[in-house]
């Protein structure tokens, strides 16, 4: 069972950035960051498959960065220029990667982080 645990969530105002981190028990190949609101269904926000292969979601595309430091076995999400609808609860997962490669889907997700909650105030 591969654990994973995030930190680095808080509460900035509008137009500011803070770095999120998810560190795993183990590698893992495709991992994900998804994101949950009060009241909306989780999606997905970015992934990043172990060659380097990033994708996003249009939502936050030229926003955040997604990135790895296989060394440490950790995940990281940098969001910049936060608004607030970027705020809600972030979730590490990892998954399989599908026929289209390593793209977020809650469906397939192996594993779940317990989240870090992120507040943006306008």
């Known amino acids: 069972q591969v654990r994973l645990v995030e930190s680095g969530g808080g509460s900035v105002q509008a137009g500011g950035s803070l770095r999120l981190s998810c560190a795993a028990s183990?590698?893992?190949?495709?991992m994900a960051w998804f994101r949950q609101a009060p009241a909306k269904e989780r999606e997905g926000v970015a992934a990043?498959?172990?060659?380097?292969?990033?994708i996003y979601a249009d939502s936050v595309k030229g926003r955040f960065t997604i990135s790895n430091d296989n060394s440490k076995n950790t995940l990281y999400l940098r969001m910049n220029s936060l608004k607030p609808v970027d705020a809600a609860m972030y979730y590490c997962a990892t998954q399989p990667e599908l026929w289209g490669g390593c793209v977020p889907n809650v469906t397939v997700v192996s594993y779940w982080g317990k989240g870090t909650q992120v507040t943006v105030s306008s």
């Open positions: 183990e590698y893992t190949n495709c």
């Open positions: 990043f498959r172990a060659d380097g292969h990033t």
